[in-house]
Structure formats: C-alpha cells, structure tokens
C-alpha cells in the first residue's frame, strides 16, 4: 500500500514519523506478547530515588564512587523487590563476609540469601 506523505520527510514531524515507522515492529510488540509490559513504570518507580539525587551525589566520594554506588543501590532495590529487610540482610552479609572465600560470594546474593533463610524458618 502507497501511503502519501503528509509532511516532508526532512521536517520534524517527518523525521518522527519515520523514527516511529522505523521502530514500529517493536512498538507493536507488547500486543503481541501478554508478557510484554506496554510501559516501564515499574523500572521508572524503582529507580526515582537514584535519580532524583543523581545531580546531588555527582562529586562525592573517589572517582570509583558512581559505580560503587550502583551497585549498592542495585543491591538495597533488590531487597526491596524481594521484600528483604535491607538492614538485616547487610547487616548478615557484612559480618559473614570477612570469613567466606570468594568462591563463596554467591551465596550472598539477595535472592539467595533469601533462600537460605526460608530454608532455616522451615
């Protein structure tokens, strides 16, 4: 089918339809796959904390500060989502880790260290 253009292809309009039409496939895909979601709210939700003070926290610390601190926050929002008291689980895996060898550290793993603890309760 031969659709005509209703604006030109350089305008900005015409660069958006064709970014959308180029893009179409995976803009359709969620009504195609129930298990798609057709938004990331959940993602955005999850990581408004970090970037709402991103600006706040751009120069503190050493310059490994940014990636030390993604993986903390990666880690407190885990425990979050797995409905892990966060003070409780570093608490344990900070005491725990002195005395376990690096083939050990997976253990240490939020959704892990919640198996392990369901696994005691039972």
């Keep these: 089918m031969n659709l005509q253009r209703p604006c ?18 995976q803009l359709v895909r969620y009504t ?3 298990r798609v979601e057709i938004d990331n709210n959940l993602v955005e939700n999850a990581i408004r904390p970090t970037a709402v003070g991103k600006k706040n926290w751009l120069f503190f610390g050493s310059e490994n500060a940014g990636w030390q601190s993604a993986v903390l926050f990666s880690i407190l929002e885990t425990c979050r989502k797995l409905e892990i008291n966060p003070q409780e689980y ?3 895996v900070l005491t725990r880790r002195p005395n376990m060898t690096n083939q050990q550290i997976g253990e240490l793993t939020p959704a892990k260290w919640l198996q ?6 039972c």
């Design 8 to 25: 030109l292809p350089s305008s900005l309009i015409g660069e958006a339809v064709d970014y959308t039409l180029r893009l179409w496939d």
């Design 32 to 34: 195609q796959d129930g």
């Design 90 to 92: 570093l608490l344990d």
């Design 116 to 121: 392990a603890r369901m696994k005691i309760a």
